[in-house]
């Protein structure tokens, strides 16, 4: 989960990410960081998200359990 | 669903772009977002440069340009066009087809066949695909396929998913019989089930334009759209990309025969060039095989963009030599297409501007 938090804390311009760290709470959570996250989700963890995944993500850590379940599948 | 071609080329493309130039960086005072975000944006997707028509000017003009430029120079004969295919979502009018249009003002003969296709981003292979089909017609010996679209007229300024990658453009691309005994390989796929992801939702039949449809809505992250505007899911069309197109070209390399390193050059549909290179990764594929350059310098003009690229950086090659080249186009329906050919020997490859 480390690495997994910083390329979320390298596309969200900080330095570092907590898993309880809501997304909405930084600036920077837009459409193109979210775009970002898909990509980089896509390259590392060969995982397809579409924006409407969002929803019900919240925090880091919910978008790092989401993905280990997408994995598992 | 694949298709083959023998004995058939691509012999010249030529691309009108207008002269009136664009720059994001004077634009991002329109959206409401920090400047420090849009420079982001700018920095990600390769926003730099873009060309836009002026209000009234509509795809005929642009095509009726192009076409007069040839004829001037004799690149072109008014009376050897057997078939002229328009590939646009921005038609003049709704009736009647724009390419009958642009066939009275050009004063083409009547022993000829005009088609209108309404195509998106992947409009340049599935019209070229529709072209090679017509040459297989003893009647046909030379189409002319123009792709062109003014969709710039039909985005809203303060919608920064679509207004900074807007461009506006047409190409004319002649195909015809090759007397030697080359194969064009093809492969297409469609999906109408997730045609929402790109639309205009009002101006059609089904919810006509009218005052309500032109009022701009908050549509979330602070971008304002109305109906009568182009709409893009960005990230579901980002997705649908990086999942279904390099399947679709591996497999069109793997019928021809062919792979990744047989391919000099694969020519994309131009959406920005942050989804090529990430395309490019996915496909294995070294970025200077993969040219993402032309939104930065003329924005997205629909399915005019694939021969942009194609005219912007490789005219010389490409007239003086050959080379092996992928072609895809991706866009609304959603529509995604592939080609495999020789290209070159082209008598004309160049860009010209509109004024």
């Known amino acids: ?73 | 669903m694949n298709f083959s071609f023998r004995r058939k080329r691509i012999s010249g493309v030529l691309t009108v772009v207008p002269a009136n130039e664009r720059s994001f960086v004077d634009e991002m005072k329109n959206f409401n977002f920090p400047e420090s975000r849009s420079l982001k944006l700018k920095e990600v997707m390769g926003y730099d440069k873009r060309r836009l028509v002026e209000q009234n000017v509509c795809v005929s003009d642009l095509a009726v340009c192009g076409l007069e430029y040839l004829f001037q120079r004799g690149l072109l004969c008014r009376d050897e066009i057997d078939a002229l295919l328009l590939v646009t979502q921005s038609p003049d009018h709704f009736i009647p087809p724009t390419s009958n249009i642009i066939q009275g003002r050009l004063g083409l003969k009547q022993d000829m066949l005009c088609l209108d296709i309404n195509q998106a981003c992947a409009g340049f292979v599935v019209g070229l695909i529709q072209a090679l089909l017509l040459l297989e017609q003893e009647s046909v010996r030379k189409v002319v396929l123009i792709n062109g679209d003014v969709l710039s007229r039909k985005t809203s300024p303060k919608d920064r998913n679509i207004y900074p990658l807007m461009g506006d453009g047409a190409s004319i691309t002649v195909v015809e019989r090759d007397t030697e005994d080359s194969i064009i390989h093809a492969n297409l796929k469609m999906d109408g089930s997730r045609h929402e992801a790109l639309m205009i939702p009002a101006g059609g039949f089904r919810l006509p334009s009218s005052p309500e449809t032109a009022v701009l809505e908050d549509v979330g992250d602070n971008n304002l759209r109305a109906k009568d505007h182009l709409r893009m899911d960005g990230s579901a069309i980002f997705n649908f990309v990086q999942v279904e197109v390099p399947p679709l070209i591996e497999s069109l390399l793997a019928s021809a025969g062919a792979t990744n390193d047989s391919v000099d050059y694969f020519l994309c549909h131009q959406p920005n060039r942050f989804m090529l290179q990430k395309l490019a990764d996915k496909m294995r594929v070294p970025y200077i095989k993969m040219p993402s350059n032309v939104v930065e310098h003329f924005g997205n003009g629909g399915s005019a963009t694939l021969p942009l690229a194609i005219t912007f950086n490789l005219a010389d090659q490409l007239k003086s030599g050959h080379c092996q080249v992928c072609l895809a186009g991706f866009g609304g329906g959603l529509v995604w297409a592939s080609m495999l050919m020789r290209l070159g020997g082209l008598s004309f490859c160049e860009m010209i501007e509109f004024e």
């Not at chain 1, 995944?53 to 598992?72: C, E, H, M, Y």
């Open chain 1, 1 to 73: 989960m480390n690495e997994f938090l910083k390329k979320i804390a390298s596309i969200l311009e900080v330095d570092d990410v907590k898993g309880t760290d809501e997304f909405k709470a930084f600036p920077q959570w837009d459409s193109l960081s979210v775009l970002s996250v898909i990509a980089m989700l896509d390259a590392s963890y060969g995982i397809n998200l579409r924006a409407a995944d969002f929803g019900p993500i919240r925090t880091a850590g919910d978008l790092w359990n989401l993905v280990q379940s997408r994995k598992g599948s």
